[in-house]
């Protein structure tokens, strides 16, 4: 079983639409929370990253965590086709930022 | 700004070669880590630096290694090469384990 899990998707939305994105992961011992983004065949680029349990927005994007439930969400409005891309979850496996563990990673497709 | 640096960009190789990739960290970054993605699955870990010297190590093979040099760039040497080795190579480089800026990666093809 992985320590982090995700829905592989792919999502299909059309644009504007309001897109959530999950993860569930098992160990608690998780602090660093964050989403990278990833175009087809190219490198994942760092969306966000939260600490704590809440939420954290940053323009059309919401990441949220719940600790209690090892849920983390990622929120996209008003999605647009360039956000057309898979969204991976990753957490640093030890205490502080180190070597990361990732989710499967969910495939975003919005249409216009 | 200025991002991670990896080449070459792409490189094929016959079974039983050798590779070499490098990665060129974000100026003034220390930290750099490896990760192997093949088709459709996400990164995996195979080994960091922190300061020149090792700080972990992840699933990689014997058959490879990595330094880090006294300018941060790192090399990832790969031999005796197998079809399972393609995939896509990823540096990442951060300032002393804080978080992880990926390169736009190698893609490693193995004939």
Known sequence: ?112 | AAGVIQSPRHLIKEKRETATLKCYPIPRHDTVYWYQQGPGQDPQFLISFYEKMQSDKGSIPDRFSAQQFSDYHSELNMSSLELGDSALYFCASSLGGDLQFFGPGTRLTVL
Do not use: H
């Open chain 1, 1 to 112: 079983q992985k320590e982090v899990e995700q829905d592989p998707g792919p999502l299909s939305v059309p644009e504007g639409a309001i897109v959530s994105l999950n993860c569930t992961y098992s160990n608690s011992a998780f602090q660093y929370f964050m989403w990278y983004r990833q175009y087809s065949r190219k490198g994942p680029e760092l969306l966000m990253y939260t600490y704590s349990s809440g939420n954290k927005e940053d323009g059309r994007f919401t990441a949220q965590v719940d600790k209690s439930s090892k849920y983390i969400s990622l929120f996209i409005r008003d999605s647009q086709p360039s956000d057309s891309a898979t969204y991976l979850c990753a957490m640093p496996s030890k205490t502080g930022f180190q070597k990361l563990v990732f989710g499967t990673g969910t495939r975003l497709l919005v249409s216009p």
